[in-house]
């Protein structure tokens, strides 16, 4: 069967499993669930892919919410990543619902380009993407070591098939001071408070002079207990991003050293941890993406002119394009000047135009595949430029 016969075929059974996607999409949406804790909606998606045929391994990488779906025995293996992880408050502010049905859905639509051409689809459920780095841990665990190429696709505000996704890391920190009675006898106390507003000025003082596209940002977890004691304890959470690791170490250095100087001025002792959970930057495969690019105009999406700058934060999506060739596309689900990570974003994910996004995401990916598996030497290109980056 030709590629674009193909391509019709799994554009149909998208079609035909429209209501129970968006269903699976909205049920995720309805019931949100923080990073580690999506039992409820890894328990969905693996018995929706097992009841279509899929073989599910649950529990993958000492995740308990992690999991893999195979479809086929033969090489290439090309995975499709599902996250579904929520964040505190906002639900699903970043849409992860979409992510998870479109995954689900493109491996489905798959079956039939395996059954013709031969290879095999994984898709993976990557848990606690928005801070706990799930894909790191199986990126650790050897998940990717047998697959040729990764694929997902993040809604947001425009169609847009690469994204500039940051280097990060997590930073941790205390000052231990000395509390006494804030009127009567402030002479007595070293405020841990102050020691922490202090680095928060040095930090915005050293954002002046720092490469356009990294970024420094937190927030106080800890600021004492009442306006009346010293505070003798403070804490706050960091998040240090840059383009690269050689700079990311740069900062690092100049961030701390903030800290320093304010435990030093302040007199409070300072405590601190870099977390171990490094966000990698994306390394977009520009031949996958621009595939998938196609194909997402060819299902009538207006896809803008690639633009390698423009930015997203950081995903662990960058630690599997680090090892294996990678996608991370975006597919608007809401107008521009909404903004990821709001309650109006949570609300696009489950609107007509979530749902839109996810069929046509899910459709693009879908015919990628059909790509890949019907001309070998794609693969070949694809993996071509992975190789020729490092
Ligand atoms: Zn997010
Ligand atoms: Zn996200």
Redesign the pocket.
Known sequence: MKAEELKIRVKDALESQRRQLIQLSLTIHDNPELGFQEEKASTWLTDYLESRGFQVERGIAGLPTAFQARYGQGKPRLALLAEYDA?PKLGHG?GHNIIAASAIGAGIASKLVVDQLGGSIVVLGTPGE?SLGGKIDMVKAGVFQEIDAAMMVHPGVRNIVTVQALASIPLDVEFFGKSAHAAAQPHKAVNALEALILAFNSINSLRQHIKEEARIHGVITDGGEAPNIVPDHSAARFLIRALDYAYLEELKEKVLNCFKGASLASGAKLKYNWGDKIYAPMKNNLILARLFGQNLESVGCHVEAFDPSFGFGSTDMGNVSQVVPSMHPMVAIASLEVS??TSEFASAAASEAGHKGLLNAAKAMAMTVVDILSQPETLDKIKQEFYSHD
Do not use: A, F, M, Y
């Open positions: 964040l970043c928005e990821l990570h």
